[in-house]
């Protein structure tokens, strides 16, 4: 498995932008697709973003789509979510996870590698 440490959350006002970033333990990085989950009060863990090994290809859930934008670096083992346009339904612990299956090329499920999350708080 991969040791995953997100950073970045924080307060923002509606409308404004955070980035979060994830720095992942394996010499590996770049065989695992990687992702963006988030998690409300009282509501489950649901996905957010995916990006391939590659970093080619992306997926984003219908409620970030446009204002969210993941990104790789595998030199660095880094992934990276830039959110802009952040409103108060944003309001969630991201985490970021590692899938290791090279079966699909950004898997919205299937993850078994997850950080400690991260608050990110969207007043309004």
């Known amino acids: 498995q991969v040791q995953l440490v997100e950073s970045g959350g924080g307060l923002v006002q509606a409308g404004g932008s955070l980035r979060l970033s994830c720095a992942a333990s394996?010499?590996?990085?770049?065989?695992?697709?990687m992702g963006w989950f988030r998690q409300a009060p009282g509501t489950g863990r649901v996905f957010v973003a995916a990006?391939?090994?590659?970093?080619?290809?992306?997926s984003y859930a219908d409620s970030v789509k446009d204002r969210f934008t993941i990104s790789r670096d595998n030199a660095k083992n880094t992934v990276d979510l830039q959110m802009n346009s952040l409103k108060p339904e944003d309001t969630a612990v991201y985490y970021c996870?590692?899938?290791?299956?090279?079966?699909?090329?950004?898997?919205?499920?299937?993850?078994?590698?997850w950080g400690q999350g991260t608050q990110v708080t969207v007043s309004s």
């Open positions: 996870a590692a899938n290791p299956s090279p079966m699909v090329a950004v898997p919205t499920t299937g993850y078994n590698s």
């Open positions: 394996a010499r590996t990085f770049s065989t695992y697709a």
């Open positions: 990006i391939s090994r590659s970093g080619r290809f992306t």
